[in-house]
């Protein structure tokens, strides 16, 4: 990852991260999964619901290695200690205060199956073949590159024979040059607020894996599923403006990007046959 890049990613999340908090009380820094009807009345059952459907999907059994490759603030990773007891779950994040402020959270649950580290997922410091399981929620997109080539390789080099990886992301279906000016516009701006060098294309996703060596490639689309709690997005924005407001805080910038970001990602995901939200599951033959 180059240096200006890992900058903006650094300074955008120990700017803006805090505020994640008033999306999620457990600091799950993604979308939510609408399982059942009446998960879409509460946006922290969505949340954690997305947990649930990552980590059932890499089949964990007891005393397996799960590694998270971008962890944010560790929501996912708590969750997946609390429920797999017997299995060891790292995170890697490139932000200090994520590694300072998850393994905090991590100590005040009395987690002990679970750590977050320093580690840029284009060089995961782990030995190779050494991990069962590997997943990305909506953390790959950083990387550089429409086919994401740097994580994913790294996912497989450090995944056991038969490990299982598994993403879920927002995908372009389409070559970004491809794009109508409309949304290449609402694009560009979630992409420069939210410190994305640009969103994943699904296709050039898929070739990556198989060149690398994945097999077993399972890629769906799960936008309608995720499209509840994008609903959230718009009105948690404007709640959370008017509670700063109120209380006589200034946001920073990087606070303003997220906002902006939060509104624009609302709209673009209603460009359906431009962008979709996928679920992508493999192994490591």
């Not at 991590?106 to 590997?134: E, H, Q």
């Not at 056991?160 to 794009?179: A, C, H, Q, S, Y």
């Not at 969103?199 to 499209?227: C, D, H, M």
Request: charge should be positive.
């Amino acid at each position: 990852m180059k240096q200006q890049e890992k900058a903006n990613i650094i300074d955008y999340y120990t700017d803006a991260g805090p505020d994640y908090e008033f999306w999620s009380k457990n600091f799950n820094m993604h979308f939510g999964y609408a399982k059942l009807k009446w998960d879409c009345f509460s946006r922290e059952t969505m949340l954690q619901r997305m947990n649930e459907v990552v980590l059932n999907d890499l089949q964990i059994k007891d005393k397996s290695k799960i590694v998270d490759i971008g962890c944010g603030l560790g929501a996912t990773l708590r969750f997946g200690a609390k429920v797999y007891p017997f299995t060891r779950f790292t995170g890697f994040t490139i932000t200090p205060w994520q590694i300072k402020e998850s393994n905090k959270l991590i100590k005040a649950l009395n987690i002990d199956n679970a750590v977050v580290k320093y580690g840029d997922y284009t060089d995961i410091p782990l030995r190779k073949n050494s991990v069962d399981g590997v997943y990305g929620i909506e953390s790959i997109c950083h990387a550089d590159g429409f086919d994401k080539k740097a994580p994913l390789k790294e996912a497989f080099r450090i995944l056991k024979e038969g490990g299982r990886f598994t993403m879920v992301d927002g995908f372009l279906k389409k070559p970004e040059n491809k794009l109508s000016p409309f949304i290449f516009k609402l694009y560009k701006r979630v992409c420069d607020n939210w410190a994305l060098p640009c969103f994943p294309e699904i296709k050039a996703v898929e070739q990556q894996l198989r060149k690398i060596g994945f097999t077993n490639i399972i890629i769906k689309e799960i936008s309608y599923k995720i499209a509840p709690s994008a609903v959230h997005a718009p009105f948690t924005t404007l709640a959370f403006l008017i509670q700063k407001k109120l209380k006589g805080e200034q946001l920073n910038q990087q606070s303003w990007n997220n906002l902006k970001a939060c509104f624009s990602i609302f709209f673009l995901g209603l460009c359906r046959s431009s962008i979709g939200y996928f679920k992508i599951n493999a192994i490591k033959p």
